[in-house]
């Protein structure tokens, strides 16, 4: 990462700025969360209704304490389970969170996201921030993609970061924007690409496979591997989830 464009970024949020920032899975505009101004800027440049809240972005724990009234024990099990990962927790809200970030609702949406790049901006910033595309948005910008009929589609990790009943929304949304179209996926979640007409396996930058997922499968090479992988990795992150207690 370049340390002078994240120092910039950060410097830009703390003047009132907005930023364009990833996530795990989209990009999206920033701004810091207890600046009412700096938040508005986002509203305005989005056409975003005024009641539709927004979720505010934290780089630890004790960041998100700050942002709500009470910090329950639930959360605190729930935020140490999943935390940094695609998981909001809403809480009633803090008096340092403005009206316009809940649209004038008593609770507030925290999350810590996955993204080492905007993990540190925030660290730098030193407040939390929010954003206004989230998991919902991709699949609304792969139907406006549709709409406009954009003759190719670059998709860069889709559905990371997301649980499963999300990823399957955002898969078939994927599958409906890619018909009768030129569609360049990048993925580390294969679920994403088994059905391309084509999948082009990297290693130390190098093609090392290609073809599709049931050819791939049968050579049982570093794709099938991988699959392997990715389905044990599930399968324990699902029985993780199962002992979290509500």
Avoid at 1 to 27: F, H, N, S
Avoid at 158 to 170: H, N, Q, R, Y
Wanted: charged share 25%; aromatic share 6%.
């Amino acid at each position: 990462m370049d340390t002078g464009i994240l120092k910039r970024a950060a410097e830009l949020l703390r003047q009132g700025e907005v930023v364009a920032l990833p996530t795990e899975t989209v990009y999206g505009l920033a701004a810091n969360a207890l600046d009412p101004d700096a938040v508005a800027k986002i509203y305005e440049l989005k056409g975003r209704p005024a009641f539709n809240p927004i979720i505010v972005h934290v780089c630890e724990i004790d960041m998100a304490r700050q942002c709500v009234r009470d910090w329950p024990p639930m959360a605190q099990k729930l935020a140490e389970s999943f935390w940094p990962g695609p998981l909001t927790v809403v809480l009633p809200r803090s008096d340092e969170i403005p009206d316009i970030v809940t649209a004038g609702g008593q609770t507030v949406g925290v999350r810590w996201p996955r993204h080492a790049l905007v993990t540190e901006v925030i660290r730098l910033c030193g407040f939390p921030w929010r954003r206004r595309v989230l998991i919902v948005p991709v699949k609304y910008r792969l139907q406006r993609a549709v709409l406009r009929n954009a003759p190719i589609l670059i998709l860069d990790e889709p559905t990371s970061g997301l649980d499963a009943i999300a990823e399957e929304i955002v898969i078939r949304s994927l599958e409906a924007a890619a018909f009768s179209r030129t569609t360049l996926v990048i993925a580390h979640r294969l679920s994403t690409v088994r059905f391309a007409d084509r999948i082009i396996v990297l290693e130390a930058g190098q093609i090392v496979e290609q073809g599709r997922h049931p050819e791939l499968i049968a050579r049982n090479g570093k794709y099938a591997q991988l699959c392997r992988l990715q389905f044990l990795s599930d399968r324990d992150q699902q029985a993780a989830t199962a002992k979290v207690a509500f």
